[in-house]
T-cell receptor
Framework: DAGVIQSPRHEVTEMGQEVTLRCKPI?????LFWYRQTMMRGLELLIY????????DSGMPEDRFSAKMPNASFSTLKIQPSEPRDSAVYFC??????????????FGPGTRLTVL | AQTVTQSQPEMSVQEAETVTLSCTYD???????LFWYKQPPSRQMILVIR??????QNATENRFSVNFQKAAKSFSLKISDSQLGDTAMYFC???????????FGDGTTLTVKP
């Protein structure tokens, strides 16, 4: 298996622009997570999905952030408009989840976002 | 709500020596899972070891082992024969059996010195 795939690996954009981050989870995994990691705030869970349905988006910082999972093999995290304080590494992770009794999360390589 | 505490922000160890990273957690659940993840400087987080709370025996994976003290809600990671490649940030995480998500600690940055 190729593991969790994220694109792009690096994104540099200017303040006010729309940014879209993409994730392909491991095939067969029921759960998908989006995290943000910064030096100041550490690793933060933004939102997670179960079977393509958002379960908890309480970590999404504000309305500028939105996430979708249109099917089992694809998810996006969008920031519109972007701000310099959104600069961070964004990770996507997936897991088999509760039903199958497996909770280990498999992380993607991350997207390093820089907003100028 | 569950919380996970890693009280050592940074640690260092000499190559070939043994080091122990601490983790405590708080939960009212009786069955749950605990994890240690490693994030090397290349950034990708990977699982090091996991422990199921209902199992008495401490998990072991090669040079990595845990000391799971359920009553004390403690879950420490021991790395034996430390190698330069063990240099990374280590995260302790908790997952109960009813929720799909995990709660992560703030991480411990481990540096292995030659």
């Amino acid at each position: 298996d190729a593991g969790v795939i994220q694109s792009p690996r690096h994104e540099v954009t200017e303040m006010g622009q729309e940014v879209t981050l993409r994730c392909k989870p491991i095939s067969g995994h029921d759960y998908l997570f989006w995290y943000r990691q910064t030096m100041m705030r550490g690793l933060e869970l933004l939102i997670y999905f179960n079977n393509n349905v958002p379960i908890d988006d309480s970590g999404m910082p504000e309305d500028r952030f939105s996430a979708k999972m249109p099917n089992a093999s694809f998810s996006t995290l969008k920031i519109q408009p972007s701000e310099p304080r959104d600069s961070a590494v964004y990770f996507c992770a997936s897991s088999l989840g509760v039903v199958r009794g497996a909770y280990t999360q498999y992380f993607g390589p991350g997207t390093r976002l820089t907003v100028l | 709500a569950q919380t996970v505490t890693q009280s050592q922000p940074e640690m260092s160890v000499q190559e070939a020596e043994t080091v122990t990273l601490s983790c405590t957690y708080d939960t009212s659940e009786s069955n749950y899972y605990l994890f240690w993840y490693k994030q090397p400087p290349s950034r990708q987080m990977i699982l090091v070891i996991r422990q199921e709370a209902y199992k008495q025996q401490n998990a072991t994976e090669n040079r990595f082992s845990v000391n799971f003290q359920k009553a004390a809600k403690s879950f420490s990671l021991k790395i034996s024969d430390s190698q330069l490649g063990d240099t990374a940030m280590y995260f302790c995480a908790f997952s109960n059996t009813n929720a799909g998500k995990s709660t992560f600690g703030d991480g411990t940055t481990l540096t292995v010195k030659p």
